[in-house]
């Protein structure tokens, strides 16, 4: 398939992208699905809110499952990222990592957004493990525990309060909080512990969150850790064919 003209390529192979594929796949057009499942945020995730999904599920079972629906369908999947797209002639033509080249007729993105991170010793290690970026995603497995909300802003705020209906014990940590009075007054009416100023230095664990140092070199001792600092769209490769993006609020 690679050395023709593709009806669709899908960038992406997280829920957005397999989706998309198994529509346009059975539509009876040529479907290439581009990227890696290790790389979808679902790959490490515990998911136990899916419909008709029961009990708690990895992600990666869950993405292996979609890639051979998808293959089923009679699409093509290449387990690589795209490093450029241009728009020679009436075609668009993606270069990937290992240098080959798709031509195609019509691109969907389905490349998710990336959360920003604390970049701290021990958070990349931990993730999935008591860090987790998504208080609606996980706060059920924190019911009765100790945890903290490091982030500045309404989502951190609202995060931390979201997470005072199962955890016993919430701090939620910030260089400054900037949010509206309102949920100010909903914060200081809370249980909720604010720990400002200051900021997360390192995460600690051997298999598990277990503390975290901040940066006044206090130790607090937590089951995890939610990071709400926002996310960043990954749609940067698609301006390189026009298409616009918001600007960033
Ligand atoms: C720890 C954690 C727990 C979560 N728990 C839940 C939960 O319980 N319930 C729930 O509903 N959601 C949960 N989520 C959120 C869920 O994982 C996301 O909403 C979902 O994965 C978004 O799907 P997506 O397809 O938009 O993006 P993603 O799944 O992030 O997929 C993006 C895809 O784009 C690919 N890609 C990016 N750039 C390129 C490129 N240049 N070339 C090729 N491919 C590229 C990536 O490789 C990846 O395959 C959780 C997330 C995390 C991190």
């Given at each position: 398939?690679?050395?023709s003209?593709?009806d ?12 998309a594929?198994i529509?346009?796949?059975?539509k009876k057009?040529?479907?290439l ?24 599920t ?8 979609g890639?051979s ?9 290449i387990?690589?990222d795209?490093?450029?797209?241009g728009?020679p002639d009436?075609?668009?033509?993606l ?16 490349m998710g957004?990336?959360k920003?991170k604390?970049?701290v010793?021990?958070?990349r290690?931990?993730i ?5 970026y998504c208080?609606?995603?996980d ?8 945890v903290?909300?490091a982030g ?7 995060g ?5 209906d199962y ?11 900037s ?13 909720v512990e604010?720990?400002?100023p200051?900021?997360?230095?390192e995460?600690?664990?051997e298999?598990?969150v277990?503390s975290?140092t901040l940066?006044?070199?206090?130790t607090?001792n ?5 990071i709400e ?8 490769l698609?301006t ?5 993006l918001?600007?960033?609020?």
């Open positions: 398939m690679s050395n003209i593709i669709v390529v899908i960038i992406g192979t997280g829920p957005a992208g397999i989706q594929a529509h346009a796949a059975r057009t040529s479907v699905v581009l990227g890696r499942i290790e790389n979808s945020a679902l790959y490490g995730a515990h998911i136990e809110n899916y419909a008709c999904v029961k009990g708690v990895e992600g990666r079972v869950l993405l292996e499952a890639i629906q998808v293959l089923n369908f009679g699409a093509e999947v387990p690589e795209v490093l450029s797209i728009q009436k075609f668009f033509e270069e990937l990592e290992s240098g080959t080249k798709i031509h195609c007729r019509t691109i969907i993105f389905t957004v990336s920003k604390l970049s010793p021990g958070e290690r931990l999935g493990q008591g860090v987790s208080v609606d995603c706060a059920n497995f924190y019911r009765g525990a100790t903290m909300v500045n802003r309404s989502a951190a705020v609202d931390a309060l979201t997470l005072t955890a016993q014990k919430v701090y939620l940590v910030a260089k400054e909080l949010v509206s009075p309102e949920l100010m007054d909903r914060l200081q009416k809370s249980t604010v720990l400002t200051n900021w997360v230095k995460i600690h664990g298999n598990a277990s975290v940066e006044d070199d206090s607090v937590l089951d995890g850790i939610f600092l926002g996310s960043k769209g990954a749609l940067e698609a390189q064919v026009g298409v616009a918001d600007s960033e609020r």
